[in-house]
């Protein structure tokens, strides 16, 4: 697994969490890096991503101005930031490097995935 992701939990409406995710082998190096979701019975989507050197960023809709992403790239890790959080928040979150420099808000642009990691947000 080249990614990891970690973070995830139970949280009340209103509360945050900061999602990592880690990268082994180095496939961050040069490529933007993306978060997807995946809500219970929904399908997967698109989240936010960060170019290789973090200065661009996109956000879904739903999440603009309460989720903030971020990376390290000297210690290869990438930060998803969410704050407010609402119970549709609630879903398996994905983090994905990039083919390229800026991913794009399609699965398509991403190549390495991680595994995954819950995030529930109870009303």
């Known amino acids: 697994v080249q990614l990891q992701a970690s973070g995830g939990g139970l949280v009340q409406a209103g509360g945050s969490l900061r999602l990592s995710c880690a990268d082994s082998r180095r496939t961050f190096s040069n490529n933007a890096v993306g978060w997807f979701r995946r809500a219970p019975g929904k399908e997967r989507e698109f989240v936010a991503t960060?170019?290789?050197?973090?200065?661009?960023?996109t956000y879904a809709d739903s999440v603009k101005g309460r989720f903030a992403i971020s990376r390290d790239s000297a210690k290869n890790l990438v930060y998803l930031q969410m704050n407010s959080l609402k119970p549709e928040d609630t879903a398996v979150y994905y983090c994905a490097s990039a083919l390229g420099s800026y991913g794009g808000i399609s699965e398509g642009g991403y190549r390495y995935w991680g595994q995954g990691t819950q995030v529930t947000v109870s009303s």
């Open positions: 960060i170019s290789w050197r973090g200065e661009r960023t």
